[in-house]
């Protein structure tokens, strides 16, 4: 069975930072790129950035450029995402998604994590 | 960034119609549009990729179709689980890949 299993809900306050963890079970680790999304309560999908799992390049989306670091530990199949400087218009669930590549360069999410829920709240 | 609306934003409907959710892109994605199926609590699935490809697993009632900037999906004979939201996301050249603010499909 192939899986991606997020690290548990946190609470933050504002201006710290937030480090979610995705571990991989079932299949190549290194073999797939590794996107994060999140999703604002009651709202819809945004992407954030994605991490191509064999050599840890990374992209992110321009929103969230110099507060986000995407890694990856290869000896443990898990990617990380973290986020600093959160603001309270950072808490959202935030997901892992697996790219299966069908298409190089047009990504799809064929696997998700369960999500992991990001609350800033003073 | 590419903008996505979906139409319409909720649609009621009853076990066994057919319903169908579009889809627009700000400008031509050819056919690098995904569909998904959200239920609460719970992540997307994936059930549609490249406009028109059904994803390994998910039932034949759904179907996809479009190019360019118009894209469609279609659910026949709708079932009781059918009942959530459905995202259409872009995975044209450029990131950020964006979704639309997708159809929350109830049961009339």
Known sequence: ?122 | DIQMTQSPSSLSASVGDRVTITCRASQSIYSYLNWYQQKPGKAPKLLIYGASNLQSGVPARFSGSGSGTDFTLTITSLQPEDFATYYCQQSSSTPPYTFGQGTSLEIK
């Open chain 1, 1 to 122: 069975q192939v899986h991606l299993v997020q690290s548990g809900a946190e609470v933050t306050n504002p201006g710290a930072s937030v480090k979610v963890s995705c571990k991989a079970s079932g299949y190549s680790f290194t073999g797939y790129y590794l996107h994060w999304l999140r999703q604002a309560p009651g709202q819809g999908l945004e992407w954030m950035g994605c991490i191509k799992s064999r050599s840890g390049a990374t992209s992110y989306a321009q929103k969230f450029q110099g507060r986000v670091t995407m890694t990856r530990d290869t000896s443990i199949s898990t990617a990380y995402m973290e986020l600093s400087g959160l603001r309270s218009d950072d808490t959202a669930v935030y997901y892992c998604a697996r790219d299966p590549g069908y298409t190089l360069g047009h990504p799809m999410y064929d696997l998700w994590g369960q999500g992991s829920l990001v609350t800033v709240s003073s």
